[in-house]
């Protein structure tokens, strides 16, 4: 199963925020056992939203969609996915006013007309409703694909994600899972651990993929497994590690969370020191 | 001048790391008046990466790709980056030969026959010396569009930029300014927002954009200018901005860099502290 994650809105583009957002659904979708195949941020424009539905559709299972969705003039996303969805009407969701009057009654804040507009959806969407914030989620389904439209703002949806559009996709969609273990390396190249595990890497099975991620210094390698059967699938990764930990033992620093190597010096420096007793002044 | 940037491989993807490099290129290519249309992190994969470029060349005139270009099996971009190219042909480039036997004579390792590898490139790349590591940049320019592939390591990355990219982007288009103004407003939602100021917005010139941009309690508004002369622009800007502290004068707490509200009071607090002498015990 495969899944795009598309973001809207020029904040990224022009470099204002880091999208992290994209990288919070990717690790939410892949712990289902659903692989992003695709990311990509896009602009607040029509035409190009139009695009990227329609090209995410020919590659992906599961589209989502985060941004766009605020009340004002700069936001035209409902409109277009309305047209994208073979020119859907826009219709009063009533229960989506209610839940926005109530917001407003909360904070102590007159309802304004404006507001009106968060309630108006396109007719064919499953509504998620948001109860972090106004904007709700929208659910489609058509041909095969699935579509989420979010809010873009975090926790918002988060909250939308969490508790709405995985448990939906669980239930529309038999999934397989995803497991990773990544092992870091500090003091030897890219190439030469290449060399030192080609027959290790060359004899993987087609499910379990290889990959190095490279920094200053220091060399990850990620070994990600896909399959039905989770235990099997922890087991065989296992016995991949260890069979690592075997070809370049005196390279490797740690493993998985276990990962920054200025964590495990500091471990190692707090376990001298509470041997050297304090000298008293 | 629109350009895209592609981030090719897993690691954004599955959301092990947040694509800072893209939010870094953004933000330089902006600088000197390249808008960023969109930006797309795909997979490590032949099929996947033509698509990409293909699709990237449609929509804009700069095509920046980071990413899979290291000395191991895993990575697949050159031999799809010759393919793209009319199925280029793969040569070996003796000054980068020259450079990586450089480098590791400098850090005493010896060097070894994989790492040749990376002095092979496309015959039609305009080569890019990337003197913080071992993996070139590459150039290409066909049919008006520029296409840069950069490794994805960032300190590498962005040296190539710098030093390399963003001149010869100069050098081949005539280039807009681009200007940014953000103010930072707290207290009242986007909707009341936008109808306080809808006026001054309905009749902002086509060159001048606004964004809103909703976080907790606080609404970013984003006006962006676009053209020829820079002086004339910041004037104009200038100018939009002091109308907007006209317009909802007590919700303002800051204008670009002095954007944070825990910054403001925080140096308000200071002041404070200074005036108040601390008590002698």
Known sequence: ?????????????????????????????????????????????????LNALK????????????????????????????EFFHDDEIVEYPEVLEHIKGLFRKINHPFKEVQRFQAQLPSKATLLMNH????????FYENNT???????????MKGLITNQVLPRIQQQFKLPFIIHKTIMTYGQG???????????????????????????????????????????????????????YQLIPEIITGLDDDRSLEKRVGELLKKITKRLEPQKV
């Open 146 to 156: 699935v579509f989420v439209s979010l809010p873009g703002v975090p926790y918002e």
């Open 1 to 49: 199963m495969k899944a795009e994650i598309i973001t809207i809105g020029d904040e990224i583009l022009i470099g204002q925020i880091v999208d992290t957002n994209s990288q919070w659904i990717g690790t939410e979708l892949n712990k289902i056992g659903v692989s992003v195949y695709q990311i990509s941020s896009i602009q607040d424009d029509k035409q190009h939203i």
């Open 190 to 244: 890219e190439s030469t651990i290449a060399e030192r595990i080609e027959d290790f890497e060359n004899n993987l099975p087609i499910y379990i993929k290889l990959a190095y991620l490279p920094s200053f210094g220091k060399v990850r390698l990620r070994l990600s497994a896909k399959g039905e059967n989770k235990e099997i699938l922890e087991k065989e990764l296992n016995e991949k590690v260890a069979a690592i």
């Open 132 to 139: 972090f914030g106004t904007a709700p989620g929208m659910w």
């Open 55 to 82: 090209e995410a559709q020919e590659r992906v299972d599961i589209v989502i969609l985060t941004g766009g969705l605020g009340p004002t003039k700069d936001d035209i996303t409902k409109k277009t996915i309305a």
